[in-house]
């Protein structure tokens, strides 16, 4: 991280993301943003933190990362909610590891299911934003 006058405001949420192209895919689809692999969170006044995988904000200087967590398998959603404003996203910050993260498992549920032959029949999601998924194979 990147050391300047001012405090740095990152935060680190521990997911269970273990696989990086599934979680590309889904900031992707979840964000719209471009994404950038082993490259900088930008946050608060110029701080930065290097990350495994970046979704970066064309709206402002404040990106979303994923961190290998120390000593893990697992990667850590790191971002500085302090300049993220929910404008910038398609969802509330509370629910945004959230909202990344069922996207992920969805992504992972599609290609496992694709490799043992099955096809994505519906995927529906109701109002508390469950999701159901109908695989089937023939």
């Known amino acids: 991280m990147r050391k300047g006058k001012n405090m740095s405001h990152f935060?680190?949420?521990?997911t269970v993301v273990r696989e990086l192209n599934p979680l590309e895919k889904a900031l992707?689809?979840?964000?719209g943003w471009e994404t950038v692999r082993n490259g900088f969170i930008r946050g608060y006044s110029g701080n930065t933190q290097r990350a495994a995988l970046v979704?970066?904000?064309?709206r402002r200087s404040y990106d979303i990362g994923y961190v290998k967590a120390d000593g893990a398998?697992?990667?850590?959603?790191?971002?500085?909610?302090?300049?993220?404003?929910?404008?910038?996203l398609p969802c509330k910050q509370a629910e945004l590891a959230d909202r990344i993260t069922q996207q992920y498992a969805l992504n992972i549920l599609r290609e496992e299911g694709e490799r043992l032959g099955f096809d994505f029949s519906q995927v529906v999601t109701n109002e508390e934003g469950a999701m159901t998924v109908s695989l089937s194979r023939w």
């Open 73 to 88: 398998e697992t990667y850590e959603l790191v971002t500085d909610f302090y300049g993220l404003k929910n404008e910038d």
């Open 28 to 31: 992707r689809e979840v964000l």
């Open 55 to 58: 979704a970066v904000n064309p």
């Open 11 to 14: 935060t680190r949420i521990k």
